[in-house]
């Protein structure tokens, strides 16, 4: 295969153009025009959206590259989707969508024709409509930009595993300031060039963000090339702002960097060596706002800051302004690039792929249409096997790893585990056995003494949770499934990732073409109330607060107490469609609680009376005892032991509780419990002491309507406590034993004043606690080595 690109006639570079401005021509008339979209009579003010909402700065750069992408998938038949990281692009990508066809296909009602042309205007960013980013809504879109940062690591997901696929992803050079996007350059040292598809990224260069200039913009060609290239890129440059010059160049340097990616891609598949390539990269450099106004009133538009949103911004009770946009507007020469029905003409609509092959209406964008089933081994055969409830002791994440390990032997082509550097360290390592840690960088012969490293391993590990979050975000929207973990305090580094991810999730359930994708499916382990040597700066359960104010019709909290109750939450959420799911399970050593049968019928019910922990069959009880997390669930069942050795006659009803949503009203989430059923379990007047894994108040929150709601005393984390024993930090917090007894004495009136001897004897029992694990380093065996007595 040549690997020089063949010159472009005039007369296709004449096309090239054409196509080109009416892409321009319908994303300024996206932004401007509910009426007269061809302008067959003078624009007047009431053609214009009573709203100017949108944003013209990166549009031309994007139908630019959409262009130039489209010529190459007709050459070569590329199977290829095009990401736009700029955050308000989406103008500079539906204009392309809408005239290849795909727009129209998807919303009938958006015809090829003046009327269509009229209402997609109007629906463009204006109240009840689409947004100016490259939402759910949009054909061929797995990325939307409402934050920046992670076009390219979308891109990477969805290239890992689809060896035939090039995904082309334009990144904003504001977008490029970002952490996110910075750590995501090293993406190519994981890009397996056999199995793997193709990023070709095509950074944007158009000089300003808002109202600022963007810093690579203003760094020299050298200073830029060498960066890039110090990042393992090979950039190839296309500078200029006359659109003829531009499309000559462009069209050459995209088609060298496809072909040079075919050539590097054949070599590694005919030698069966997967060796990292120096990729190749595009810098493109052209003005922002290109082809919009010079100037407005005297100031510098094109080329400036003042592009970034809508140019000329008072259209509506200026003349001056109304007639400088219909200037603008009629410099595309829109009669001669549609016909007088409104369509593009047909030697203009020729020049777009066709069928599947148009990037708006690869299936790989709508990736539950492509999705298959996890082929999973029986979670049950991973079961710990118990001598009773609450008798021993064992590392929950273990047996998840085996059953991990074998979900990866079984979907080889369609499963991968994230984690940033710690799947060892979370007791998840069973999986090496399978499949090494992805790795093309280079190797040192120690490697081969335990740093499971391969070129062909499917386990995903850089320490950077942005970069590990957009490669699972792109690998599950592109169809395929995934499961990350990570430490507990530092989920929160990708909070607003997450965020975005909901917010795509919940709109696509209001989108009927969209087909159900994998959940991202999240275990946070190495939790707050075990960093016995790593200290307060490890010690935070927050993320669940910032998972409460996402749509419940995407969200779920589970937090299984024990080993069997996770392989049966892991099970579940593996095999589910449109959620995260968020898994809450430490990695060290916990007691087990529940057999296999038990902990499925457990987690079924998302929570429930543990009998066996409780003496109030038959009768109301004197008190709840409820629970959820690990740690809480362990100094829960001590307490109530406790109260059983000093007040025999109390009643008490122990809950354990998996599934988080479920105290909620069913009316606010669909696990939510209805009010018969929490006042039944919960009582409508008895004392409440619910012992929880994270901060007390995310409780109250979701229990506040409830008709107990005032007898709800909520134990949690209150931001105590540094390097400590587990039992100690638990003091600290009163999430222990004692402080739940004490807890109980205070909340039940008869225990009032009988109880304070028992009282006296919890505090002399925290003190003693804590000197010895200040003497000793470890918590006091009979409290730290407890068991289940009966």
Request: charged content about 20%.
């Amino acid at each position: 295969m040549s690997t020089a690109p063949a010159k472009l006639t005039q007369k296709e570079l004449e096309d090239i153009n054409a196509y080109w401005r009416a892409c321009c021509y319908l994303a300024a008339g996206m932004i401007y025009l509910r009426d007269n979209p061809l302008l067959k009579e003078p624009l007047r003010e009431e053609h214009i959206k009573s709203r100017l909402l949108g944003h013209w700065g990166s549009s031309p750069g994007l139908a630019f590259t959409y262009t130039h992408l489209n010529r190459l998938i007709n050459k070569y038949d590329l199977n290829a989707i095009l990401l736009a990281g700029p955050g308000h692009g989406a103008p500079g990508m539906l204009a392309p969508i809408y005239l290849e066809g795909t727009y129209s296909e998807v919303y009938p009602n958006k015809s090829e024709d003046e009327a269509g042309m009229q209402r997609f205007f109007k629906e463009f960013s204006f109240p009840g409509g689409i947004g100016s980013h490259c939402t759910p809504e949009m054909p061929g879109s797995i990325h939307e930009g409402g934050e920046l940062g992670y076009s390219v690591s979308h891109a990477f997901g969805a290239a890992y595993d689809n060896p035939d696929l090039l995904v082309a992803v334009m990144v904003g050079d504001g977008e490029s300031e970002t952490g996110p996007l910075a750590t995501s350059w090293h993406s190519n040292k994981f890009l397996n060039p056999i199995r793997d598809g193709a990023v070709l990224p095509v950074l944007h260069l158009n000089g300003y963000k808002i109202n600022n200039p963007t810093l690579l913009s203003r760094i020299s060609h050298e200073e830029l090339e060498n960066l890039f290239k110090g990042y393992g890129w090979t950039p190839h440059f296309v500078e200029g702002n006359d659109p003829m010059e531009m499309h000559a160049r462009m069209a050459a340097t995209m088609e060298q960097c496809v072909l040079e990616i075919r050539r590097l891609q054949q070599e590694a598949r005919s030698s069966g060596k997967p060796v990292r390539p120096l990729w190749p990269m595009i810098i493109l450099r052209s003005p922002k706002g290109w082809t919009g106004p010079k100037e407005v009133d005297g100031h510098k538009v094109e080329g400036f800051w003042r592009a970034h949103q809508v140019p000329l911004g008072g259209v509506i009770g200026n003349p001056q302004h109304l007639q400088q946009l219909e200037q603008w507007l009629r410099s595309y020469q829109p009669e001669q690039l549609f016909d007088a029905s409104g369509r593009l003409k047909a030697d203009l609509r020729a020049l777009a792929p066709k069928g599947t092959r148009r990037m708006s209406a690869n299936p790989i964008t709508n990736g539950g249409l492509i999705r298959k089933e996890l082929r999973m081994p029986d979670y049950r055969d991973y079961a710990a096997r118990l001598p009773g409830p609450g008798k021993a002791s064992m590392g929950n994440t273990h047996a998840l790893g085996d059953f991990l390990r074998d979900i990866m032997k079984n979907n080889m082509q369609n499963f991968r585990v994230f984690g940033p550097d710690e799947n060892t360290s979370n007791k998840l390592d069973s999986v090496y056995e399978v499949s090494k840690k992805t790795w093309l960088a280079g190797y040192l012969p120690e490697d081969a003494d335990g740093g499971e490293l391969s070129p062909d391993g499917r386990v995903m590990e850089m320490l950077s949770e942005h970069t590990l979050e957009g490669w699972l975000e792109g690998y599950l929207l592109s169809g395929r499934h995934g499961f990350f973990s990570t430490y507990e305090a530092f989920v929160h580094v990708i909070d607003s990732m997450f965020n975005q991810h909901a917010k795509w999730l919940a709109m696509c359930k209001a989108v009927p073409w969209r087909a159900p994708v994998s959940s991202l499916n999240l275990l946070i382990t190495s939790t707050v109330w075990r960093q016995d040597h790593n200290g307060f700066t490890h010690q935070d359960p927050g993320f669940l607060d910032v998972v409460l104010n996402k749509s419940p019709d995407v969200t779920r909290i589970y937090l299984p107490p024990d080993v069997n109750c996770l392989l049966s939450v892991a099970n579940h959420c593996l095999k589910s469609t449109d959620y995260i799911n968020v898994i809450v399970a430490d990695k060290q050593k916990h007691l087990q609680y529940l057999d296999m049968d038990a902990a499925i019928k457990h987690c079924t019910k998302g929570l429930g009376i543990w009998e066996w922990a409780s003496n109030d069959s038959g009768c109301e009880p004197d008190v709840v005892m409820a629970c959820a997390g690990d740690i809480p669930t362990k100094e829960a069942l001590a307490a109530v032991v406790l109260l059983r050795e000093h007040f025999p006659q109390l009643k008490v009803r122990f809950i354990n509780v998996v599934d988080l949503y479920k105290l909620t009203p069913s009316h606010q989430h669909p696990h939510g419990l209805s009010d018969d059923d929490f006042d039944s379990l919960f009582t409508i007047d008895k004392p409440i002491i619910f012992n929880f894994h994270g901060y007390p108040w995310l409780i109250h929150r979701m229990a506040y309507r409830r008709t107990n709601h005032h007898n709800l005393h909520v134990r949690g984390y209150k931001e105590k406590g540094s390097i400590n024993t587990p039992l100690e930090l638990a003091i600290q917090n009163q999430i222990d034993r004692y402080s739940l007894v004490m807890s109980v004495i205070d909340h039940i009136p008869a225990l009032h004043v009988a109880g304070a001897h028992v009282k006296e004897q919890m505090r002399n029992k925290q003190i003693e606690c804590c000197q010895y694990a200040y003497e000793y380093g470890v918590d006091l065996p009979e409290a730290g080595d407890w068991t289940w007595p009966y």
